[in-house]
Each structure stands twice: as C-alpha cells, then as structure tokens.
C-alpha cells in the first residue's frame, strides 16, 4: 500500500493521503511550502492494519538512512 505523505524537515508528517487505483478517484497533490517536502511512500507491512488516523499518529518520515521511508513514531 502507497500513501501520499507531506512532512517537515525532521520528518513530522502534517498531512496524509491516501490515493485510490480506481479511475473516477479524486486525485490531490500537495503544493509542500518552504521547508517541506511531498513523497509517495510504501506503507510498512505492520502498519497497513491502521486507520488513516492512527496511522498519522504512529508513523513519520525517515530522512537520514537513505530515500524517505515511514518508521514508527517514538512518542
């Protein structure tokens, strides 16, 4: 599963989404403001169980060890 993620420089997500295959979807991109960046990002397998909210608040973005890639949130 693939979502549509838009994050601040450490990582922090503020905005999710959550794209459709099937052709009448909407479809969105996001315009990232200075100091943020928009990426397509596979959804880890332990994480695909989650709803949209509960994955917003257990996941962010892995900046530092290669591409960009979700990793759980350490609260």
Known sequence: MKIMA???ESGKIQALFHPSQDPGAPRINFRPAAGHRAETLDVPAEFQHLKPAQLHAAVKVELHKGAPHL???KQ
Request: aromatic letters at 16%; glycine letters at 0%.
């Open 6 to 8: 838009l994050f601040d």
């Open 71 to 73: 990793v759980a949130h």
